[in-house]
C-alpha cells in the first residue's frame, strides 16, 4: 500500500466528516455475517436497526416514525464509517511518523559519520602536506570536498525530513481534535452495539427453544411412525406369504400350458422353417436364370458391339480412302470431310423433322375428324330444339379440341389412325402428349390440304345462316350517348369554352362581398367505387349543392381520357340554382379490366370550373391482428391455458392463410409454392397454359424446351425428364407423349411439399406455447377469424414464442405477433436438481450439503428419502424436517462408496463409465407431486499397480551402474500424490527421485538405477507410498561383480562432429590387481564366488556392427600394475540405404519432369492429328509409363559412383539437421595372455565380468559445403595434355551461424596440383570460390586431398587428375605434300588424315606459313637466294599475282576425338606458271603446340607437258621484273630452247671389279586438264642418240606418248669410254621435243665426269 505523508489539513478533513452521513445505508446482517443463515422478522430488524444516541422509536410507529428511524439510522452508519476512516487516518499518521522519525535519526548519523571522516581528511591531509607527497594532498583533497558535498546533500535532506515531520504531526494533531469531537458519538455507537448483541442473544435462545420443542415433536412422530411401519411389516408378511402360495400353484399351470404352448409353436416353426427352405430354392431358380439372361444378353451386346465395331471401321476406311483420292487430286481433305459431314447431318435432321411433320399432321388430322364425328352424337343425345348448325372454320374447331381436352371432356387418343379407339390409356397421361403434339399446330394446319380450308366463311359465325337477324339496339343504349358526346356537342362545348375564357364567367359579389373558392358542393366529396367485378355495372348518385351567394348555373364537362371507356355521367342540368339549393348526378361505372382507376370528374359554374374526384378500387386484402402481443400471466408448471388472436380482413378479396413459428424456414415465398402445388392438381389450370402455348409462345422444334407449358414444379421435373432422356441411348425410340408417365403428381407434392401440421415447426414438443387446431384456412371478404393460442409451461421461467401469418396472396405482407408466459415451479424447489459430487473413491467419506427452497407462505413438512439399492451407501440427515414459510433448509449428504457399490447399486450404476447417477426423493407433506432431484458421482478406485511386480538387474560391474524401466499406473480417476520411500543407497528411482503427482488412468515409467558398492548378492524391496497412506513394493535382487581390469574412462563424449569428419579420444585398460591380500584391496570376483587369480589379463573390444566406430586395439593384454592406451576414433558418415532413397526421389522427380514433357509434346502432337487419340494416350499411356519408370529405379537404384548417388549424398548433407547417437561396447575380460591363444583352445571370457564404454556422439552438419558439381566432394580433372593446364573452380558456402576462419593442408610442392587462391575467412552466408589447377609434366594419373579447416570442423576435398601425352600420326611420308603440276588458272585437291591416338579428345588449329603475320617482316630482309643454301630458311615460295594463297586448307580447326581421324582437304590453284610453289602448313594443338609441320610443293605449266629432273639452274624465286605471259587462247610453237642439266658421275673404285654406270632420270608428263584439246596424249623424242651413245650415253626409251595424268621416266647412264681424259668432263648435249598442245623443246646438256669412290 502507497504510504500517505503528505499532511491533512483541517479544512480537508472537516469537509470530508460532514460528507460522512451522506453515505447510503448498510444491511445490518452484513456487520454481523454468522446471522446470515435465517433472516429476522420484519420487527425484530427494526428494534436491532442502529439508531442515534437517545432516540427510541416503538416498532408500532406511524409513518412518520417510521422514516426517522430511518434517516437516524443513515446517520449512525454515516457516523460509524466517519469514525472507522478517523482511525485508519491516524494510523496511517503514526506510522508515517515513525518512519519519518527513523530516517530523520539515520540521516543525522551519516551527517556525524561525516564529519569524523572528515576530521580524520584535514589530518592526514596536514601530515602529508608535512611530508610534501603533493599526489596524496590531491586526492585527499578531493576525497574531502566530495564528503562536504555530502554532508551538505545530508544537511539539505535533514531540513526536508523536519520539514515533513513536522506537517506529519499537524495532521495528527489536526486528526485527535477531530476524534474528540466525535467521541461522544462512539460511545454512543458502542452502547447501541451492545444492546443489539443482547437482543441478537435473546432472539437466538426464542429460536433455540422452537428448534427445541420441533425436534421433541419429531422424535415423537418418529416412534409414531416406527409403530406404525412394524405394524406395516407384519401385514405385508402376511400378504406375502399368500402371495407365495399362490404363485406356487399358479406356476404348477403355467408349466402344463407352457408345454402345450412349446409343443404347437416348435411345429410352426417347422413349417415355417420348410416354407423358407422351398422359397430360397425358388429365389436360387430365380437367380440362376436371371444369371443365364444376364450372359445371354451380354453375348447379344457384344456381337452388336463387334458389328458397330466393324461397320465404323469400314466407314472410317472409305473416308480415309476418300480423303486420300482428294489429297492425291491435290484438295483440301479436311474440308472436305467436314462438309460432307455437315451435309449427311442436314440430311437426318431434315428427314426426322418430315417424318415428325407427317406423324403430328396425321395425328392432329385423326383427332380433328374423330371429335367431329363425338361432337355430333353428343349434340344428337341432348336432343336440343333444333337450329342452323353454325358452320366453323377448321382453326375454331382445333381450339375448341384443345379446349375439350383440358376440361377433360374427351378422352386422349394415342393412334396415329382414326380406327383405333384408345380405351385403356390413363386420362393423366393425356396433358403433356397434347401438348407436345399441338406445338406446331399454326405451322401444319397451314399445310393441310383439306377441302374445309378452301370454302369462303364469314369472319363472325353464323353471320351468312339463313336465318339470321340482324342484331337490335336496345332503346336504352339508344337513348345513352357516348361519354364524350358526338362531334356536334364536342364543337359546341369547345365554342362554350372559348366563350366563357372570353369573359362570359364573371366575378359574384353580393353586398360588397366576392365569392371566392368552389361554387358547388359535392356529396360526397369523393365517388369512389370500392371492390369491383369487371363486367359488373355500378351506380353511384352525388348532390352538387350550390355554395356561393346567390343564384349559379351548372354544367357537366366530361371526365379525363383515361376513364371515358369506363365511366358514364348522367346529369341533366337544372339551369339557374338559388344558394343552397342541390341537383343530383348520377355515375354509372361499367369495369372492363380489372385495374384501380382515378381522375376527376370536371364541371363548369358561373363563377368558374370544379372538379370531384373519382377512384375506382379493385378488391383487395386487408389483413390486420387485433393485439401483437400476447400476455399469458404467470402459470404454475404442468396447468394448460389457452388465448384466442384475431385475424381480420377489411378488404373486398380473399385470400388463405397459414399461422407459422417466427423460427420455421417457411416463409410466403414457400407457401404460395405450396398453394401452387395443390392448385396444380385441378385440371382447369392447364386449360389456360394450353392456350398461352398454343397462341405462338412455343419454338417450333421437335422436343420444346423451357416454355410457358410448365409452371414452378412441373419445369424442374419436365428438365429431369429430358436429361434422362437425352442422356439414355436411343436403343428404341420412345415416344415423348409416354414420358410423363413415370411422374406422379400426387407422389411428386408428398416428396417435395415437408409436412406442415398445426403451423408449427420440427421443434413442436419442445415449445411451451404452441398453435392450436386451426392453424390455416381461407378467410373471406370483411370478414375475421378466431385462433387458439395454447400455453402449457413445463419448465419454470420466463417463456417467449414468436410467430408469424403466411398469405397466398402476394401483396399481402407477412403479419408477426409474439407470446410470452411465465412458468411457476412448485412451492418447493432446489437450486441445484442435480448434486454433482465429481470424482469419488471407495471407502472415504464424501459430505455436501442440500439446500432447499419454499415458496410457501406456510411452513411444510419435508421427508427425505434415498433409494433402497443406495441405502448402505448414501444418506440424508436428518430425514425428516420442517421448512418454515419463504425461507430455506438445509440438508447433509453423506456418501461413503463401499466396494459392493457396483452390485448394490444395480441400474443406477454404469460399470463402464463408473457413473453412479441415484435418484433422490423429497415428499412435501399435502403435496402430491413430490421433488425429485439426482445425486451424480463417479466412483473410482484408489489402486495403484507397480509392472513388473519382480525386478532382477543380474550380474553388474561396481563401475557401472544397471537401469531398468518400471511402470506406475494408476487406475482411479483422480490424480494421486506418491513417492517410493525408504530406497537403500545404491538404488536411485528417476525422475524426481521417486516423488510426483500421477495423472487419472495414467502410466508414468521410472527409471531404477542399480549400482553395487562390492562384490555380492543383493535382494532388497522398493516401497511405494500414495497419499492415503497405501503401500505397494516390488521385489529386487542382484549381483555385484568386481571384474580384474578397469577402465580410465566409462564414457567418452566426443565433440559434435561434422559428417565425413573425425574426432578422436583415448582411455586406458588398467590391471590393479596385485595381490591376493583382501585386507589391502577387494579381490576381483563374481558375487560371492572365489577370487581372479592374480595375472595377465587380456581384453577384447565388441563395437557394434556398421558403426562409425573404430577403436584401436581392439584385442590386448594387459600386465598386473600395468596399462593399455587404446584410441577411439568417431566418423559420422550417412548410411547407403538414406543416400539410395534420396538419389531415388532425385531420378523419379527427373524423370516425371521429363515424362510430363514428353507427354505435352505427345499431347500437342496428336491433338493437331486426331481427338480420339489424345483420349487414348492421356488416359492409358502416360500412368502405365510413369509405373513402370519408377518401379525400374526402386528396383535398380543409382551406383555409388553415379551422379546422382552424389548429388543425392550432397543433399542429404547440406540439408542434415544433427543427429545424436549413443553406442555402448562391451569390452570383455579373460585370465591369460592372447600370445598363449591357440586355435583350439581360446581363451574364455567370462560374461559377468564384462566392462562397458559409453560413447555419446552428437553428429552435425558440416560448417562449409560444397554447392558447385552438384555438392561433390571429388574433383577429377579428368585427361589433360601434357604440358598444359586444366583449371576447376570449386564454390563453398559457409552454413553455420558464424564466421570462419580457414587453414588449408599442404599440397605436394612438386605435385601438378595447386590451390591458386586460398582465402582465410568465410563469413555466415557466404559463398566463395577456390580455384584448383592441374599442369601435368608427364603422362600419369594424379590424386591429393586437400583439408580446409575450420574451428567447428574439416572439409576434405579429393583431387585427381590423369595426364595423357597428346599421340597424333600423319598420313604423309616425310612431311612432304607434292601437288605435282598443274595447269596455270587450274587447281588439284589431295588430302591426308590425322590419327588421333590418345584417350584424350585433341582440339587443332591448321595455319599456313603464307599467312603467317611474320610474313611481311621476313619479306623486308634480303632475298634467300643471295645467301648461300647453307643459309636459305625460306619455306614460303612462289605467290598467286592475283593475292589469293596458292594452297588452301580445310577444315582449318576442330575437334579430334580419341580414336578417331580427321580428314584435310588441300588444294593447289596457281595463277601462273611456276616451278616453285611451296608453302609449309603447321598443325597446332591446344593453340601453342605444334605437333606436325608439312611442306607443301607444287608447280604450274601454260601447257600440258611438261619435264621435270636434272640439276636447278635458277633460283627458286622469281624476278621482280614482269614476264611476258603467252596467250593462252593463240598458241603456237615455240622455238625457243629451254635448257636442263645433267650431270653424271662415274665412281671408279680401287677394286678390280666393274663400277657400275652413272644413272639419271628425266621425268616426262602429262598434265590432266579441264581444257578442251585436240590431242589426248602427249608425245616426246629425244635425237642425236646415236651421238650420244658414242660418248657413253645410253637413253632409254628415246620417244613415246604420255597420257593425261601420267608420267614416264627417262633413264640417261653413262659409262665413260676408252677414250675419255678423266682431267676433262665430258660435255654432250640433245634436243627433247615434247608434242602436246604446242611443241616445246629442250636442250638437254650432259655433263659427265669421273671421280674416285671412297
Not at 302 to 325: C, I, S
Not at 480 to 492: E, F, N, Y
Request: charged share 25%; hydrophobic share 35%.
Amino acid at each position: 500500500m502507497e504510504e500517505v505523508t503528505r499532511p491533512v489539513s483541517g479544512a480537508e478533513l472537516g469537509d470530508s466528516v460532514p460528507r460522512a452521513p451522506a453515505m447510503e445505508d448498510q444491511h445490518p446482517e452484513q456487520e454481523d455475517p454468522e446471522f446470515e443463515v435465517e433472516t429476522l422478522p420484519r420487527g425484530a430488524e427494526m428494534a436491532v436497526g442502529p439508531r442515534p444516541c437517545g432516540s427510541a422509536k416503538e416498532p408500532g410507529a406511524d409513518a412518520e416514525q417510521t422514516k426517522t428511524s430511518i434517516k437516524d439510522r443513515i446517520q449512525a452508519l454515516r457516523l460509524r464509517q466517519t469514525l472507522e476512516l478517523l482511525d485508519e487516518m491516524q494510523e496511517e499518521k503514526d506510522f508515517s511518523i515513525q518512519r519519518t522519525r527513523e530516517e530523520l535519526s539515520a540521516c543525522r548519523q551519516r551527517m556525524n559519520l561525516l564529519s569524523k571522516q572528515q576530521k580524520n581528511m584535514a589530518a592526514q591531509t596536514a601530515l602529508e602536506r608535512e611530508n610534501n607527497n603533493m599526489a596524496a594532498v590531491g586526492r585527499l583533497q578531493a576525497a574531502s570536498r566530495r564528503l562536504h558535498t555530502e554532508l551538505e546533500n545530508e544537511e539539505a535532506l535533514q531540513s526536508r525530513i523536519t520539514a515533513t515531520l513536522k506537517e506529519n504531526q499537524n495532521a495528527m494533531w489536526h486528526i485527535e481534535l477531530k476524534k474528540v469531537q466525535f467521541e461522544d458519538a462512539r460511545k454512543c455507537i458502542q452502547e447501541e452495539a451492545e444492546a443489539k448483541g443482547r437482543r441478537l442473544q435473546a432472539h437466538a435462545a426464542q429460536q433455540l427453544h422452537k428448534e427445541k420443542e420441533a425436534l421433541g415433536k419429531a422424535e415423537r412422530n418418529r416412534l409414531l411412525r416406527t409403530r406404525k411401519s412394524m405394524h406395516l411389516q407384519r401385514e405385508l408378511g402376511l400378504k406375502h406369504q399368500k402371495l407365495l402360495e399362490d404363485a406356487q400353484r399358479n406356476h404348477k399351470v403355467a408349466v402344463k400350458f407352457l408345454k402345450a404352448s412349446l409343443g404347437r409353436i416348435r411345429e410352426r416353426e417347422q413349417k415355417e422353417e420348410t416354407e423358407s427352405r422351398e422359397h430360397m430354392k425358388r429365389r436360387m431358380d430365380a437367380v440362376l436364370a436371371l444369371k443365364n439372361n444376364i450372359t445371354a444378353n451380354r453375348e447379344t451386346l457384344r456381337k452388336f458391339q463387334a458389328w458397330g465395331q466393324a461397320r465404323a471401321e469400314l466407314v472410317e476406311q472409305k473416308a480415309q480412302a476418300e480423303k486420300e483420292l482428294i489429297l492425291a487430286q491435290g484438295g483440301d481433305a479436311f474440308r472436305h470431310l467436314i462438309h460432307q459431314h455437315r451435309l449427311q447431318e442436314l440430311e437426318a435432321q431434315k428427314r426426322t423433322f418430315e417424318e415428325e411433320q407427317k406423324l403430328r399432321r396425321l395425328e392432329i388430322v385423326s383427332k380433328i375428324l374423330k371429335e367431329e364425328a363425338k361432337e355430333e352424337n353428343r349434340k344428337k343425345k341432348q336432343h336440343r330444339p333444333a337450329r342452323t348448325t353454325e358452320c366453323r372454320t377448321l382453326r375454331d374447331k382445333t381450339w375448341n379440341y384443345i379446349s375439350d381436352i383440358c376440361e377433360g371432356r374427351v378422352e386422349p387418343v394415342t393412334s396415329h389412325y382414326p380406327d383405333e379407339e384408345p380405351e385403356d390409356e390413363p386420362p393423366q397421361h393425356l396433358w403433356l402428349s397434347k401438348a407436345l403434339s399441338t406445338e406446331c399446330v399454326q405451322v401444319d394446319l397451314a399445310d393441310l390440304n383439306i377441302q374445309e380450308e378452301v370454302l369462303a366463311e364469314p369472319e363472325i359465325p353464323g353471320l351468312w345462316s339463313e336465318d339470321y337477324k340482324p342484331y337490335q339496339v336496345p332503346k336504352e343504349e339508344v337513348d345513352q350517348k357516348p361519354v364524350g358526346g358526338t362531334k356536334m356537342d364536342r364543337d359546341i362545348l369547345a365554342r362554350t369554352m372559348e366563350q366563357l375564357r372570353s369573359g362570359i364567367i364573371h366575378k359574384q359579389v353580393v353586398s360588397g362581398r366576392e365569392f371566392k373558392g368552389r361554387p358547388f358542393n359535392s356529396k360526397p366529396e369523393v365517388i369512389h367505387f370500392k371492390d369491383f367485378d369487371v363486367g359488373k355495372v355500378y351506380k353511384k348518385k352525388i348532390t352538387l349543392i350550390n355554395a356561393t351567394y346567390t343564384i349559379n348555373y351548372c354544367k357537366l364537362v366530361g371526365v379525363e381520357e383515361t376513364l371515358r371507356d369506363f365511366i358514364y355521367i348522367d346529369f341533366d342540368p337544372p339551369g339557374p340554382m338559388s344558394a343552397g339549393m342541390s341537383c343530383e348526378v348520377l355515375v354509372t361505372f361499367k369495369p372492363m379490366i380489372n385495374k384501380d382507376l382515378e381522375g376527376n370528374v370536371s364541371f363548369l359554374a358561373q363563377t368558374g370550373s370544379f372538379s370531384i374526384p373519382l377512384k375506382c378500387s379493385t378488391k383487395k386484402c386487408s389483413l390486420s391482428l387485433d393485439r401483437e402481443l400476447i400476455d399469458f400471466g404467470s402459470y404454475t408448471v404442468g396447468e394448460t391455458t389457452t388465448q384466442t388472436i384475431t385475424l381480420t380482413n377489411t378488404g373486398g378479396l380473399g385470400t388463405k392463410f397459414r399461422f407459422l413459428v417466427a423460427s420455421d424456414n417457411y416463409g410466403t415465398e414457400d407457401y404460395e409454392a405450396i398453394l401452387k402445388m395443390e392448385e396444380q392438381k385441378r385440371p382447369e389450370n392447364m386449360r389456360g397454359t394450353l392456350r398461352s402455348m398454343a397462341s405462338g409462345t412455343v419454338d417450333h422444334g421437335i422436343v420444346p424446351s423451357q416454355s410457358s407449358l410448365f409452371t414452378f414444379e412441373d419445369k424442374s421435373i419436365y428438365e429431369k425428364i429430358i436429361t434422362s432422356f437425352s442422356e439414355t441411348p436411343f436403343e428404341g425410340f420412345e415416344s415423348v407423349a409416354d414420358l410423363p408417365s413415370r411422374w406422379d403428381p400426387e407422389k411428386q407434392d408428398e416428396a417435395e411439399v415437408p409436412p406442415v401440421a398445426n403451423g408449427a415447426g420440427p421443434n413442436e414438443e419442445q415449445m411451451e406455447i404452441t398453435l392450436g387446431e386451426l392453424t390455416e384456412g381461407e378467410i373471406g371478404p370483411f370478414s375475421s377469424i378466431r385462433v387458439p393460442i395454447i400455453f402449457t409451461p413445463t419448465i419454470p421461467g420466463q417463456v417467449e414464442a414468436r410467430f408469424k401469418v403466411a398469405f397466398k396472396n402476394p401483396q399481402s405482407p407477412t403479419l408477426y405477433f409474439r407470446a410470452v408466459g411465465l412458468a411457476v415451479d412448485v412451492p418447493v424447489w432446489l437450486p441445484r436438481p442435480s448434486v454433482d459430487l465429481k470424482i469419488c473413491m471407495f471407502d472415504r467419506l464424501y459430505q455436501d450439503s442440500i439446500l432447499v427452497h419454499t415458496r410457501s407462505k406456510a411452513a411444510l413438512r419435508l421427508k427425505f428419502e434415498v433409494c433402497k439399492e443406495l441405502r448402505g451407501h448414501m444418506e440424508l440427515l436428518p430425514e425428516t424436517g420442517y421448512i418454515q414459510a419463504m425461507s430455506t433448509y438445509s440438508v447433509q449428504l453423506k456418501f461413503l462408496p463401499r466396494l459392493s457399490l457396483p452390485e448394490d447399486a444395480g441400474k443406477y450404476f454404469d460399470k463402464d463409465s463408473r457413473v453412479l447417477e441415484a435418484p433422490m426423493t423429497i415428499r412435501v407433506a399435502d403435496q402430491i407431486k413430490p421433488v425429485e432431484f439426482t445425486v451424480q458421482a463417479v466412483v473410482t478406485t484408489s489402486d495403484l499397480e507397480l509392472n513388473p511386480s519382480e525386478v532382477d538387474f543380474g550380474y553388474c560391474t561396481v563401475y557401472e551402474a544397471i537401469r531398468t524401466e518400471i511402470n506406475l499406473s494408476n487406475h482411479s480417476l483422480l490424480p494421486q500424490m506418491f513417492g517410493f520411500v525408504g530406497l537403500p543407497k545404491f538404488v536411485d528411482i528417476q525422475p524426481n527421485d521417486g516423488f510426483g503427482t500421477i495423472m487419472p488412468l495414467e502410466t508414468l515409467q521410472f527409471d531404477v538405477i542399480f549400482q553395487p558398492a562390492k562384490a555380492r548378492e543383493y535382494n532388497f524391496e522398493l516401497v511405494c507410498k500414495s497419499e492415503i497412506n497405501r503401500c505397494f513394493k516390488v521385489s529386487c535382487r542382484a549381483v555385484g561383480v568386481l571384474p580384474p581390469l578397469e577402465l580410465s574412462h566409462y564414457q567418452i563424449k566426443f565433440p559434435a562432429t561434422p559428417l565425413y569428419d573425425t574426432s578422436v579420444a583415448t582411455l586406458y585398460v588398467i590391471n590393479s590387481h596385485l595381490s591376493m591380500n583382501k585386507l589391502t584391496h577387494s579381490l576381483p570376483r563374481i558375487g560371492s564366488e572365489e577370487a581372479t587369480p592374480v595375472g595377465p589379463t587380456s581384453f577384447e573390444f565388441l563395437p557394434p556392427p556398421n558403426s562409425p566406430i573404430t577403436i584401436s586395439p581392439l584385442v590386448g593384454t594387459v600386465l598386473p600394475g600395468k596399462r593399455c592406451l587404446v584410441q577411439v576414433s568417431f566418423r559420422p558418415v550417412l548410411s547407403h540405404e538414406a543416400i539410395v532413397g534420396e538419389a531415388v526421389q532425385i531420378m523419379t522427380k527427373e524423370m516425371e519432369s521429363k515424362f510430363r514433357k514428353d507427354t505435352f509434346a505427345l499431347k500437342k502432337d496428336l491433338w493437331k492429328q486426331t481427338m480420339s487419340a489424345v483420349r487414348i494416350h492421356t488416359k492409358d499411356r502416360p500412368t502405365r509409363m510413369s509405373i513402370s519408370h519408377v518401379a525400374t529405379l526402386h528396383k535398380q537404384g543409382p551406383v555409388n559412383s553415379s551422379v546422382q548417388y552424389e548429388v543425392a549424398k550432397a543433399n542429404l548433407i547440406r540439408n542434415f539437421q544433427g543427429k545424436f547417437d549413443k553406442f555402448v561396447v562391451p569390452c570383455v575380460v579373460a585370465s591369460g595372455d592372447i600370445k598363449d591363444w591357440k586355435a583350439s583352445e581360446p581363451l574364455s571370457f567370462s560374461p559377468h565380468n564384462t566392462l562397458y564404454l559409453e560413447l555419446w556422439c552428437p553428429t552435425v552438419a558440416p560448417p562449409i559445403v560444397v554447392t558447385s558439381s552438384q555438392g561433390q566432394t571429388v574433383f577429377d580433372f579428368g585427361d589433360i595434355a601434357v604440358g598444359h593446364r586444366g583449371i576447376m573452380k570449386v564454390s563453398l558456402q559457409n552454413i553455420c551461424p558464424e564466421d570462419l576462419y580457414m587453414e588449408y593442408s599442404v599440397l605436394n610442392p612438386s605435385g601438378p596440383f595447386v590451390l591458386l587462391n586460398p582465402s582465410s575467412k568465410l563469413h555466415s552466408g557466404e559463398t566463395q570460390v577456390l580455384e584448383l589447377s592441374f599442369s601435368p609434366h608427364e603422362s600419369i594419373m594424379a590424386q591429393e586431398t586437400l583439408n580446409i579447416i575450420t574451428k567447428r570442423g574439416t572439409l576434405t576435398l579429393t583431387i585427381m587428375g590423369t595426364g595423357v601425352a597428346s599421340m597424333i600420326t600423319c598420313s604423309i611420308e616425310g612431311n612432304v605434300l607434292n601437288m605435282g603440276y598443274v595447269i596455270a588458272r587450274e587447281s588439284v585437291s589431295s588430302s591426308f588424315k590425322l590419327q588421333n591416338d590418345s584417350s584424350l579428345p585433341i582440339k587443332f588449329w591448321v595455319q599456313l606459313e603464307s599467312l603467317s603475320s611474320t610474313r611481311a617482316e621476313a619479306r623486308q630482309k634480303l632475298p634467300q637466294f643471295l645467301t648461300s643454301v647453307a643459309q636459305r630458311t625460306e619455306i614460303v615460295g612462289t605467290q598467286n599475282h592475283n593475292g589469293q594463297s596458292v594452297f588452301s586448307v580445310t577444315p582449318v580447326e576442330g575437334l579430334m576425338l580419341p580414336g578417331k581421324a580427321q580428314d584435310f582437304t588441300v588444294t593447289f590453284s596457281p595463277d601462273h606458271e611456276s616451278l616453285y610453289y611451296s608453302d609449309r602448313l603447321q598443325v597446332v594443338l591446344f593453340e601453342k603446340r605444334v605437333s606436325h609441320r608439312i611442306l607443301l610443293q607444287g608447280a604450274a605449266r601454260e601447257h600440258m607437258m611438261f619435264v621435270e629432273g636434272g640439276d636447278a639452274l635458277d633460283v627458286p624465286v622469281e624476278s621482280l621484273t614482269a614476264m611476258a605471259t603467252s596467250d593462252p587462247d593463240h598458241r603456237e610453237e615455240s622455238d625457243e630452247l629451254k635448257p636442263i642439266l645433267v650431270t653424271l658421275d662415274y665412281v671408279q673404285s680401287d677394286m678390280d671389279t666393274p663400277a657400275p654406270p652413272a644413272t639419271r632420270e628425266l621425268h616426262v608428263g602429262c598434265i590432266r586438264t579441264t581444257q578442251p584439246s585436240a590431242k589426248k596424249t602427249g608425245e616426246f623424242s629425244l635425237d642425236s642418240l646415236t651421238w650420244l651413245q658414242h660418248k657413253g650415253f645410253t637413253i632409254e626409251p628415246s620417244r613415246g606418248s604420255v597420257e593425261r595424268g601420267q608420267t614416264k621416266t627417262i633413264s640417261i647412264s653413262w659409262v665413260p669410254p676408252a677414250d675419255f681424259d678423266p682431267d676433262h668432263p665430258l660435255l654432250a648435249w640433245a634436243l627433247l621435243q615434247l608434242r602436246g598442245d604446242v611443241k616445246e623443246t629442250y636442250k638437254v646438256i650432259f655433263v659427265a665426269s669421273v671421280v674416285t669412290g671412297p
